[in-house]
């Protein structure tokens, strides 16, 4: 998936998209008429995921971006996991349960988020983390990484979705 162009995403803007991440991926979930959301959720979309898969997936993103955010503004420079960055190192040990409990995981992280973001000064922002392999990511740059990941799972959420719908 391309990647957004977030360089001039300020804090605020950070916070005010993990503030609207439950609202838009409950609106992306919606049943219609007489459908099963949770049925359609589990249905597997056009990259071999279903929506319920790009839920979990996306909430416990937040929940590892949330928590080396948290490590690198206490100015710990903590070495980051790999999954920080490279999607390729995100495998998780346990499968998607329900589209509910996912949706709250999602939320509850999203918010932490937005909250940690808003409590971060200005000169927190320059700490700096390591991720493992050598690059350097500074706090701003894990807080535009969340946005990254979230915009992208709501997209991959959406995608599974109309196709589980049978839309073009």
Excluded: C, N
Aim: glycine letters at 8%; hydrophobic letters at 45%.
């Amino acid at each position: 998936m391309t990647r957004l162009d977030l360089s001039h995403e300020s804090p605020a803007d950070v916070a005010v998209t993990m503030r609207s991440l439950p609202r838009r991926f409950g609106e992306a979930l919606e049943a219609r008429d007489d459908e099963d959301a949770e049925a359609l959720a589990r249905v597997m979309g056009p990259d071999g995921s279903s929506a319920l898969d790009h839920v979990a997936d996306t909430g416990r993103m937040l929940a590892l971006i949330g928590g080396a955010l948290g490590e690198v503004v206490s100015g710990r420079q903590p070495v980051l996991h790999a999954a920080v960055t490279d999607p390729a190192a995100r495998h998780w040990e346990r499968a998607a349960t329900d589209l509910e409990g996912e949706l709250s995981l999602l939320a509850d992280e999203a918010i932490a988020l937005a909250g940690r973001v808003e409590r971060t000064s200005a000169e927190q922002w320059k700490a700096v983390g390591r991720v493992v392999g050598g690059t350097e990511m500074t706090a701003l740059d894990l807080a535009r990484e969340a946005v990254q990941v979230a915009i992208a799972g709501l997209r991959a959420t959406e995608a599974s979705m109309a196709a589980a719908r049978g839309e073009p």
